[in-house]
């Protein structure tokens, strides 16, 4: 059964921090690329990192860049987004994927919220 359980989440002052844990399992783990996705209400869901197999990580989007960090352990099956200099704007539910050719796992997500 593959479940991906994002945790990490809460309620955070504007320029505060926070790190998100996805924990995976049910499917080979270190074959997947993995990313962070956003979803804010009645906005599209945003790519915000993601990370190759081997921990390439790609060009953030420039919303995130410089603040935002992803990372992954093999061995514990977990990927991470460290969050810095957090803004309101980055108030939204943020979800955990997995991707290898036609397979595309999601997680339930975690809400951060930035307070002003």
């Known amino acids: 059964q593959v479940q991906l359980v994002e945790s990490g989440g809460g309620l955070v002052q504007s320029g505060g921090s926070l790190r998100l844990s996805c924990a995976a399992s049910?499917?080979?783990?270190?074959?997947?690329?993995m990313s962070w996705y956003r979803q804010a209400p009645g906005k599209e869901r945003e790519s915000v990192a993601r990370?190759?197999?081997?921990?390439?990580?790609?060009n953030y989007p420039s919303s995130v860049n410089g603040r935002f960090a992803i990372s992954r352990d093999n061995a514990k099956n977990t990927v991470y987004l460290q969050m810095t200099s957090l803004k309101p704007e980055d108030t939204a539910v943020y979800l955990c994927?997995?991707?290898?050719?036609?397979?595309?796992?999601w997680g339930q997500g975690t809400q951060v919220t930035v307070s002003s």
């Open positions: 994927n997995a991707q290898f050719l036609s397979n595309n796992y």
């Open positions: 049910g499917f080979s783990f270190s074959a997947y690329s």
């Open positions: 990370v190759s197999t081997t921990g390439i990580v790609a």
